[in-house]
């Protein structure tokens, strides 16, 4: 049976929200921990004047403001060399690289194979240690616009899930089609970044169990096998199930 144009398009952005969402409690250990000095330095007068929420969802909306840019400069990148990569069949070669760094994101998330970590320091050691004393600065947050920006600086942490997302970004086909992709894969971390922002503590130390990082870390390798079969089997030039001739 020929699958449609739509569910094919569909199908990649459906599959970054879901590893988002499973892979949320592996940005509770990178990110919680913010969180948690922003919920509990915001002074109790400016808390009681705009109210918890406000900050815990301004902070998240500017990771996931980082985390779209990110994904349109990768989605543009790409774009560049399209008629390159499309004759070399290079849109499924992204797509199966990614597929592979999110099955070692499963293995680090389930703390089976922690080769990704080396990724991740790579990109402190470059990046990170330049940005992070620019959050130092909008340390105590008292108003939710500082929580905004603070957000759109951590979304710059060193990751492995992102980077595996960047990549599947580069053969997105252009800037809109990836930076919805992380934009999409953003909002399925929300649901478990905005539980720890508003709950207790308990609920991050829970979701940091290893029984739960392991479910999480087989589901993502199944969608990293997923991603690598289906590249290899289509043999097609596609970005994110968009044809580019």
Not at 39 to 49: L, S, T
Not at 117 to 129: I, Q
Not at 170 to 198: D, I, R, Y
Not at 219 to 226: E, P, S
Request: charged share 10%; hydrophobic share 50%.
């Amino acid at each position: 049976m020929e699958t449609s144009p739509f569910l094919a398009a569909s199908i990649p952005y459906l599959t970054a929200f879901l590893a988002g969402l499973f892979a949320g409690v592996h940005c509770v250990g990178m990110c919680g921990g913010v969180s948690g000095v922003l919920v509990y330095g915001i002074p109790a007068e400016q808390r009681a004047r705009h109210g918890l929420r406000a900050y815990v969802l301004h902070y998240n909306l500017g990771r996931i403001l980082t985390y779209t840019l990110l994904g349109a400069v990768a989605g543009f990148t790409g774009a560049q060399g399209g008629a390159l990569t499309s004759e070399y069949q290079g849109w499924m070669w992204l797509r199966v690289f990614a597929g592979l760094l999110m099955i070692m994101m499963g293995l680090y998330l389930a703390s089976w194979w922690n080769a990704l970590v080396l990724l991740e320091r790579l990109g402190g050691a470059l990046l990170w240690s330049r940005v992070q004393p620019f959050t130092k600065r909008l340390l105590p947050v008292k108003k939710p616009y500082q929580s905004l920006l603070l957000g759109m600086l951590w979304g710059l942490l060193p990751c492995g899930l992102i980077y595996t997302m960047l990549v599947w970004s580069l053969a997105s086909g252009g800037w809109w089609q990836g930076g919805a992709f992380l934009f999409v894969f953003g909002l399925g971390t929300l649901p478990v970044m905005l539980l720890t922002g508003l709950a207790s503590g308990k609920i991050s130390q829970r979701l940091q169990q290893v029984r739960w990082r392991q479910l999480a870390g087989f589901v993502v390798i199944l969608f990293g096998l997923w991603t690598v079969t289906s590249s290899i089997m289509s043999q097609i030039n596609m970005g994110l199930g968009m044809s580019h001739g």
